[in-house]
C-alpha cells in the first residue's frame, strides 16, 4: 500500500515536471503521462521547449501544434501528446483577442513575433502556459460546448529544467514590467490561479548524484516560495547492486585478502587468474561499491526533505522495445494514480 503522502499524488490532475538537464526529466514526464492513461483516463502529456523528446520517446514522427493521439490502451484511456511553441501560440492569441487574421501572418513574416516572445520572456511563458491553461479548461465538446465534463482527465506537462522552472511558472512575475493590465495580464492571473491549485503538484526528477541531488533540493525551496504545490521527488536510474554484503564487506578489507579471494573463486569457476585480471576485477568492485555508498548517501539527504520519494530502475536497454512501459508500472505501483 503507499503511503498517504503518496497516495495525494492521485488526486491531482496537472503534474509538473522539471530537473537538472540530463535527469532523464522528459522520459519521466511520458513515464507518468502512459502510466496514468492505462488507468483508463484520457491523458495529454506536453511539452514546451521543442526538443521533440516525447517523439522519439514514443517513436513517433515529430509532434505539432495540433494535439495527437500517441497510445490507445485497452483500459480505454487515450494517451495525447502536444508541442507548445510559442511563436503559434501567439500567432493563435492574436486570432483570439484581436482577430487579426491575415495580419498576424503578415507580422510573422517581418519577424514581429519572433522579436516579441524574445525581447519578452515572461510574454513567452504566458503564451507557453497558455496552451496548457486552455486544454486543461476544454470542455468535453470543444471550445464553446455547455458541458460540463472535461476533455482530459490529466495532464502532463514536461516543464523546463529547474534552472528556469521557477520564472517559467510564474508568469506573474514575469510580467511585472511588461504587462500591468490587459487581455495578456489577465490570462496570466488565470494560468496563475492553476498553477497554484491543489490539483496541481510539481514533481522534481533527479539523479542519486551530488549536484542533481542539490539543485533538487534548491530547486524545490524555489517552488515552494513561489507558492506552488510540491509533488514527488522522483529518482531515477536507480542502480542495483551487484555485490552480495559478504562481497562488499571483503572489498572493505585489505588487498591482500581480496586478491586471495578473487583467485580461489576465479579458480574455482574454471578461469586462470592472471594479474591484470584480478585487478581489474577489484577496481570494478570497489568503483560499485563507492557508487552504492553514494547512492546511499544522496537517498538520505533526498529523504530528509519531507516529500514522497518515488524510484525508478536504469533500464540497461534504455526506453526502447517497452522501457516506458515498465518504468509506468513501477509508478503505478508506488501509487501515482
Given at each position: 500500500?503507499?503511503?498517504?503522502?503518496?497516495?495525494?499524488?492521485?488526486?491531482?490532475?496537472?503534474?509538473?515536471?522539471?530537473?537538472?538537464?540530463?535527469?532523464?526529466?522528459?522520459?519521466?514526464?511520458?513515464?507518468?503521462?502512459?502510466?496514468?492513461?492505462t488507468?483508463?483516463?484520457?491523458?495529454?502529456?506536453?511539452?514546451?521547449?521543442?526538443?521533440?523528446?516525447?517523439?522519439?520517446?514514443?517513436?513517433?514522427?515529430?509532434?505539432?501544434?495540433e494535439?495527437?493521439?500517441?497510445?490507445?490502451?485497452?483500459?480505454?484511456?487515450?494517451l495525447?501528446?502536444?508541442?507548445?511553441d510559442?511563436?503559434?501560440?501567439?500567432?493563435?492569441?492574436?486570432?483570439?483577442?484581436?482577430?487579426?487574421?491575415?495580419?498576424?501572418?503578415?507580422?510573422?513574416?517581418?519577424?514581429?513575433?519572433?522579436?516579441?516572445?524574445?525581447?519578452?520572456?515572461?510574454?513567452?511563458?504566458?503564451?507557453?502556459?497558455g496552451?496548457?491553461?486552455?486544454?486543461?479548461?476544454?470542455?468535453?465538446?470543444?471550445?464553446?460546448s455547455?458541458?460540463?465534463?472535461?476533455?482530459?482527465?490529466?495532464?502532463?506537462?514536461?516543464a523546463?529544467p529547474?534552472?528556469r522552472?521557477?520564472?517559467?511558472?510564474?508568469?506573474?512575475a514575469?510580467?511585472?514590467?511588461?504587462?500591468?493590465?490587459?487581455?495578456?495580464?489577465?490570462?496570466?492571473?488565470?494560468?496563475?490561479?492553476?498553477?497554484?491549485?491543489?490539483?496541481?503538484?510539481?514533481?522534481?526528477?533527479?539523479?542519486?548524484?551530488?549536484?542533481?541531488?542539490?539543485?533538487?533540493?534548491?530547486?524545490?525551496?524555489?517552488?515552494?516560495?513561489?507558492q506552488?504545490?510540491?509533488?514527488?521527488?522522483?529518482?531515477?536510474q536507480?542502480?542495483?547492486?551487484y555485490?552480495?554484503?559478504?562481497?562488499?564487506?571483503?572489498?572493505?578489507?585489505?588487498?591482500?585478502?581480496?586478491?586471495?579471494?578473487?583467485?580461489?573463486?576465479?579458480?574455482?569457476?574454471?578461469?586462470?587468474?592472471?594479474?591484470?585480471?584480478?585487478t581489474?576485477?577489484?577496481?570494478?568492485?570497489?568503483?560499485?561499491?563507492q557508487?552504492?555508498?553514494?547512492?546511499?548517501?544522496?537517498a538520505?539527504?533526498?529523504?530528509?526533505?519531507?516529500?514522497?520519494?518515488?524510484?525508478?530502475?536504469?533500464?540497461?536497454g534504455?526506453?526502447?522495445d517497452?522501457?516506458?512501459?515498465?518504468?509506468?508500472?513501477?509508478?503505478?505501483?508506488?501509487?501515482?494514480?
Amino acid at each position: 500500500m503507499p503511503s498517504p503522502a503518496v497516495a495525494d499524488l492521485a488526486s491531482a490532475r496537472l503534474h509538473i515536471v522539471t530537473g537538472k538537464g540530463g535527469v532523464g526529466k522528459t522520459t519521466v514526464a511520458a513515464s507518468l503521462a502512459l502510466a496514468l492513461a492505462t488507468t483508463g483516463k484520457r491523458v495529454l502529456v506536453i511539452e514546451v521547449e521543442g526538443r521533440q523528446g516525447l517523439s522519439q520517446t514514443f517513436d513517433v514522427p515529430p509532434l505539432g501544434t495540433e494535439e495527437v493521439r500517441l497510445v490507445q490502451h485497452h483500459s480505454g484511456g487515450e494517451l495525447w501528446g502536444l508541442s507548445v511553441d510559442a511563436k503559434a501560440a501567439l500567432l493563435e492569441y492574436l486570432q483570439l483577442f484581436y482577430k487579426l487574421g491575415r495580419a498576424g501572418s503578415a507580422l510573422e513574416k517581418v519577424g514581429a513575433i519572433d522579436f516579441a516572445t524574445t525581447i519578452a520572456p515572461g510574454v513567452r511563458d504566458v503564451l507557453l502556459t497558455g496552451k496548457v491553461y486552455e486544454a486543461a479548461g476544454r470542455p468535453r465538446g470543444g471550445r464553446g460546448s455547455k458541458q460540463k465534463a472535461l476533455h482530459y482527465d490529466a495532464l502532463v506537462l514536461d516543464a523546463p529544467p529547474t534552472g528556469r522552472a521557477v520564472r517559467f511558472l510564474n508568469v506573474n512575475a514575469g510580467l511585472a514590467d511588461v504587462a500591468k493590465v490587459g487581455p495578456i495580464r489577465s490570462q496570466a492571473d488565470s494560468i496563475t490561479s492553476m498553477l497554484r491549485d491543489r490539483r496541481t503538484l510539481v514533481h522534481m526528477v533527479t539523479l542519486l548524484e551530488e549536484m542533481p541531488v542539490q539543485e533538487s533540493l534548491d530547486g524545490l525551496r524555489d517552488l515552494a516560495d513561489a507558492q506552488l504545490h510540491l509533488g514527488a521527488i522522483i529518482v531515477n536510474q536507480i542502480r542495483e547492486p551487484y555485490l552480495s554484503p559478504t562481497h562488499l564487506e571483503v572489498l572493505a578489507h585489505g588487498d591482500d585478502e581480496l586478491d586471495e579471494t578473487l583467485r580461489e573463486q576465479l579458480t574455482a569457476a574454471g578461469l586462470r587468474p592472471t594479474n591484470p585480471m584480478v585487478t581489474g576485477l577489484m577496481r570494478e568492485g570497489r568503483d560499485h561499491a563507492q557508487r552504492l555508498a553514494l547512492q546511499e548517501a544522496m537517498a538520505a539527504e533526498i529523504a530528509d526533505a519531507g516529500r514522497p520519494v518515488l524510484e525508478l530502475p536504469a533500464l540497461t536497454g534504455g526506453v526502447e522495445d517497452g522501457g516506458i512501459g515498465v518504468l509506468a508500472d513501477e509508478l503505478l505501483e508506488q501509487g501515482v494514480a
